[in-house]
C-alpha cells in the first residue's frame, strides 16, 4: 500500500510565491506597453503627460531620439504651439 506523504510547506509558499511573481511580472508589462502604446499613437496624451508628468514624457522622447532617430519632440511642440495648447 503506498503512503501518502505530507505536501511540504515551504514547497506551498514557493508556489505561491512565484506565481504571485508571475502574475506582478505580467501585469507590470502590460501597463508599460500600454502606456508606451498610447504615447506613441496619441498627440493628445503626450499633452497630457506634458503638462502632468514631465519627466516620464522626457523619457519617452529621449528613447525614441536614441534608437529610432525620431524628431517627435519637436514636431509636437510645434503642433501645439499652433494649436494653442503651449
Not at 500600454?34 to 514624457?57: A, I, Q
Request: charged residues 25%.
Amino acid at each position: 500500500m503506498l503512503q501518502n506523504k505530507p505536501k511540504s510547506k515551504l514547497k506551498s509558499i514557493l508556489k505561491w510565491t512565484a506565481g504571485t511573481i508571475f502574475v506582478v511580472e505580467v501585469t507590470g508589462v502590460a501597463v508599460t506597453y500600454g502606456l508606451w502604446y498610447r504615447l506613441n499613437t496619441e498627440r493628445d496624451f503626450r499633452l497630457y503627460m506634458h503638462n502632468n508628468y514631465s519627466w516620464l514624457l522626457e523619457g519617452y522622447y529621449s528613447i525614441g531620439e536614441r534608437f529610432g532617430g525620431l524628431k517627435t519632440r519637436e514636431q509636437d511642440k510645434i503642433i501645439w504651439k499652433n494649436e494653442g495648447k503651449i
